[in-house]
């Protein structure tokens, strides 16, 4: 709250289920807020998400796409949309390959999706220059204005790979429980 006094708008939630609790009373008594589910999104959360978050960052595959579609036409509402990139191609980690990036663009573009840029989160254990610029190249050549990428750890080298979007919430209010 301390925050949102102070006029800070924009915040980052890892879990539907969580920011429905935490933030529908808040939003309702402050429309200016922008909420951005960060995290992974299932299928099933989906009308959830879209009835409370303004920007979905986790956008990976034709299934949750088109589910997000069908949402935004019930509720006559359109949320900004990145498209997740498993830029490591690391199998423990959500996002489409790089190979699949495009296919995926065009379908979320044909259902009218509000595609505004592309999300990822590195490899932890390699340098994140190299994939931060990989990511603002595909971003660039899809035409894209916005790139969500860096967290707390990497955000200073995000920013100088055009990052737009940082996620550095353990920054400000230090390490979940």
Same mark, same amino acid.
């Given at each position: 709250?301390?925050?949102?006094e102070y006029g800070h708008l924009d915040f980052?939630?890892?879990?539907?289920?969580?920011?429905?609790?935490?933030?529908?009373? /808040?939003?309702?008594?402050?429309? *200016?807020? $922008?909420?951005?589910?960060?995290?992974?999104? %299932?299928?099933? #959360? @989906? &009308?959830?998400?879209?009835k409370l978050f303004d920007y979905i960052h986790? /956008?990976?595959?034709?299934?949750? *796409?088109? $589910?997000?579609?069908?949402?935004?036409?019930? %509720?006559?509402? #359109? @949320? &900004?949309?990145?498209?997740?990139?498993?830029?490591?191609?690391?199998?423990?980690?959500?996002?489409?390959?790089?190979?699949?990036?495009?296919?995926?663009?065009?379908?979320?573009?044909?259902?009218?999706?509000?595609?505004?840029?592309?999300?990822?989160?590195?490899?932890?254990?390699?340098?994140?220059?190299?994939?931060?610029?990989?990511?603002?190249?595909?971003?660039?050549?899809?035409?894209?204005?916005?790139?969500?990428?860096?967290?707390?750890?990497?955000?200073?080298?995000?920013?100088?790979?055009?990052?737009?979007?940082?996620?550095?919430?353990?920054?400000?209010?230090?390490?979940?429980?």
């Amino acid at each position: 709250m301390p925050l949102i006094e102070y006029g800070h708008l924009d915040f980052g939630e890892n879990k539907v289920q969580e920011a429905v609790e935490k933030w529908s009373n /808040v939003k309702s008594n402050n429309k *200016a807020i $922008k909420l951005h589910l960060i995290g992974n999104l %299932q299928t099933n #959360k @989906v &009308k959830f998400a879209v009835k409370l978050f303004d920007y979905i960052h986790s /956008v990976d595959n034709e299934k949750l *796409a088109k $589910k997000i579609s069908d949402e935004q036409i019930k %509720q006559k509402k #359109k @949320v &900004k949309i990145f498209i997740q990139v498993n830029i490591g191609d690391e199998k423990q980690k959500s996002g489409v390959r790089v190979s699949s990036l495009s296919s995926l663009y065009a379908y979320c573009k044909n259902l009218d999706l509000d595609i505004i840029g592309l999300m990822c989160i590195p490899p932890m254990d390699k340098s994140t220059d190299f994939f931060f610029r990989e990511m603002n190249s595909l971003n660039e050549n899809l035409s894209l204005n916005e790139l969500s990428m860096g967290m707390s750890s990497d955000y200073i080298t995000a920013v100088k790979n055009s990052a737009t979007y940082l996620r550095i919430g353990s920054n400000i209010f230090g390490e979940r429980s």
